[in-house]
Nanobody, 119 residues
Framework: QVQLVESGGGLVQAGGSLTVSCAAS????????MGWYRQAPGKQRDLVAK???????NYADSVKGRFTISRDNAKNTVYLQMNSLIPEDTAVYYC?????????????WGQGTQVTVSS
């Protein structure tokens, strides 16, 4: 069993900052990559940022220069530092992990954490 537990969402004013974190726990062999997706009401779930075990990152164009993803491999935890937040960043943020377990690779998801940016 693999669990992803997110924390750190909340309400923030436009221009403010917020950090969300996600810790993976359970039995698995390795975490290949971890990342964050977000889904606004009535919209599809989109990639925000992703980081591999080696530290390679990629970001959605809409968050480049404002968001920073980082990872603590020893703690199996990924962080998303969000700066200069705008109302369009309002969404449920989901943690994702691509994990090698039992001779297979699978995607795992957290339960989601709400981020609301007020104007």
């Amino acid at each position: 069993q693999v669990q992803l537990v997110e924390s750190g969402g909340g309400l923030v004013q436009a221009g403010g900052s917020l950090t969300v974190s996600c810790a993976a726990s359970g039995r698995f062999d390795s975490i290949v990559a971890m990342g964050w997706y977000r889904q606004a009401p009535g919209k599809q779930r989109d990639l925000v940022a992703k980081i591999t075990s080696g530290g390679s990152t990629n970001y959605a164009d809409s968050v480049k220069g404002r968001f920073t993803i980082s990872r603590d491999n020893a703690k199996n935890t990924v962080y998303l530092q969000m700066n200069s937040l705008i109302p369009e960043d309002t969404a449920v943020y989901y943690c994702n992990a691509y994990i090698y377990r039992g001779r297979r690779w699978d995607d795992y998801w957290g339960q989601g954490t709400q981020v609301t940016v007020s104007s």
